[in-house]
């Protein structure tokens, strides 16, 4: 079965890094679009971050666009999320998702199919 493991998460101080990590097994991770979400607490589920197939098209949430970069490395089945200048309302649980596509950037919790159990992000001010 199609399995995704986030890693990576933890506390930092406000202006630091986080590289987030999500290992995919039991699907042709190469062939789906990938995404990052956040669940900040009292709040709903949000889009952070997707990218296509082969990486070749991004998109990011205004909210972290120019600090959070989203990469992936097929040959290894591994997606990442690299996020500089953290901020405190950046502070959520992270999870991973596989859309059920591959070709278009994906930025509605619906079109993704499968979810990691999320790591938690914590940065103090």
């Known amino acids: 079965q199609v399995q995704l493991v986030e890693s990576g998460g933890g506390l930092v101080q406000a202006g630091g890094s986080l590289r987030l990590s999500c290992a995919a097994s039991g699907h042709t991770f190469s062939a789906y679009a990938m995404g990052w979400f956040r669940q900040a607490p009292g709040k709903e589920r949000e889009f952070v971050a997707g990218t296509t197939w082969n990486g070749g098209t991004t998109a990011y949430a205004d909210s972290v666009k120019g600090r959070f970069t989203i990469s992936r490395d097929n040959a290894k089945n591994t997606l990442f999320l690299q996020m500089n200048s953290l901020k405190p309302e950046d502070t959520a649980v992270y999870y991973c998702?596989?859309?059920?596509?591959?070709?278009?950037?994906?930025?509605?919790?619906?079109?993704?199919?499968?979810w990691g159990q999320g790591t938690q992000v914590t940065v103090s001010s």
């Open positions: 998702a596989t859309a059920r596509r591959g070709g278009r950037v994906q930025t509605a919790s619906e079109e993704y199919a499968y």
